[in-house]
């Protein structure tokens, strides 16, 4: 056995004041002075804790579609008896805070308001703080998966007034997809303790960790925390800190997202149609999530075969999934891989893999539009 995976395995136990210290530097980076529970799963955890714990059978709630997640919400929400309003828009846009209010002045009796920040699956993000308020106004719940934005875009879970707020540590983070969180107000633990249907005695339930570690001091941990996960999770937060801060890891991710949206527009300038060049899936630069980038291919290739032509040593870049499966490729730049050289390796290789297939691909163009938004977006 190696040393490496001694360190792995030889690790003294997690103790309850450790599990609280890791919990109270993740309420920070969730910006809140709200409960916050660490669960000891990928996010579908808490996303499906949420919904199940405060949606009860009954009640009217909104449920925002701007991408797959948000599909899978609406599901959530129909199994827990709930009327489920959709409001669901293109993939390559963002729903507007305008629309949110009309749907809610249209249902007056909304009790939850679904809603995902950033879609890495489509690339778009949606104006939260916006929508925040006039959830707010309405008296409405807002759960929000932050999944794909925490750490990449602003999250001011207090001061927008989100009650449930879920985050994972795998994006822009760059920490483990074990282990996830949830920030829950005391509105949503009123809401949640009136739900008969709220679940007890269950992985998926909140207020057993409410109960057994929140209200008891979170002196005995409930159960064995995943201890590896929580120890990567708390390393993410200690690169975070060493590396600027939130600020600094926001606009890291920002600049990558202008750099490869500014270099993708320069791989086929000089007059070549939309039909026969890579360009932003979503069109609007300000509706464009900073931790991936989606890109449509010309008409005439297959995601996949750009993609792997594309890929001769590792890349954050991967076809999209479901109908965009043929159309859509993600670069997913968040982590360690919002840096100015991966956007600039991953340019470099769809510039070649366009010239493979007999399209314009301008690798110098490209990466000085890269470079360029780079330093506009960090000076």
């Known amino acids: 056995m190696s040393d490496a995976h001694a360190l792995l395995l030889d690790q003294p136990p997690l103790t309850a004041d450790r599990f609280a210290a890791i919990e109270r530097r993740v309420a920070g980076v969730l910006r809140t002075d709200a409960d916050v529970i660490v669960m000891q ?9 949420c919904i199940r714990s405060a949606a009860r059978p009954g009640a009217t709630a909104l449920n ?21 309003v959709d409001i669901e828009v293109p993939y390559d846009t963002a729903v507007s805070a305008e629309r949110v209010a009309a749907a809610l002045a249209e249902h007056p009796g909304t009790e939850l308001v679904s809603l995902v920040h950033a879609e890495a699956a489509t690339g ?15 008296g409405a719940l807002l759960m929000l998966d932050a999944v794909a934005s925490v750490a990449a875009e602003p999250l001011e879970t207090d001061a927008w007034g989100v009650d449930l707020c ?65 120890l990567a999770l708390e390393a993410s937060i200690d690169r975070i800190e060493a590396t600027g801060g939130l600020a600094a ?8 997202a202008a750099a ?18 890579l360009r932003p899936y979503v069109t609007e630069a300000r509706a464009a999530a900073p931790v991936a980038t989606t890109l449509r291919v010309p008409d005439a290739l297959d995601a996949h075969d ?29 982590g360690p891989d919002a840096s ?24 110098g163009a490209a990466v000085a539009a890269a470079e360029a938004a780079w330093t506009g977006a960090t000076s």
């Open 124 to 138: 778009n993000t949606n104006p939260v703080a916006e929508i925040a308020e006039v959830v707010r106004e309405h």
């Open 41 to 49: 799963g990928e996010a579908l955890l808490p996303l499906e804790g």
């Open 249 to 256: 890891a926001i606009t890291r991710h920002r600049a990558a």
């Open 64 to 84: 925002v579609i701007t991408g797959p997640y948000g599909q899978t919400f609406g599901g959530w929400l129909r199994d827990c008896g709930a009327t489920v």
């Open 260 to 277: 490869t949206r500014a270099g993708t527009l320069a791989l086929a300038d000089g007059g070549t149609s939309d039909a026969d060049r």
């Open 166 to 230: 879920v985050i994972g540590a795998q994006k822009a983070m760059g920490g483990p997809a074990g282990v996830s969180a949830v920030s829950v107000s005391d509105r949503a633990w009123d809401r949640i303790r009136a739900n008969p249907r709220a679940p007890r005695r269950s992985y998926l339930s909140l207020l057993d960790w409410k109960e057994r570690w929140i209200d008891t001091g979170r002196a005995v941990l409930p159960h064995a925390p995943a201890q590896l996960e929580m």
């Open 306 to 334: 750009l993609v792997a032509s594309a890929s001769t040593d590792f890349l954050p870049l991967v076809a999209g999934g479901g109908a965009l499966a043929k159309e859509m490729i993600r670069v997913n730049h968040y």
């Open 340 to 363: 100015l050289e991966t956007v600039v390796r991953t340019l470099s290789a769809l510039a070649g893999a366009l010239r493979t297939a007999g399209l314009r691909g301008d690798a």
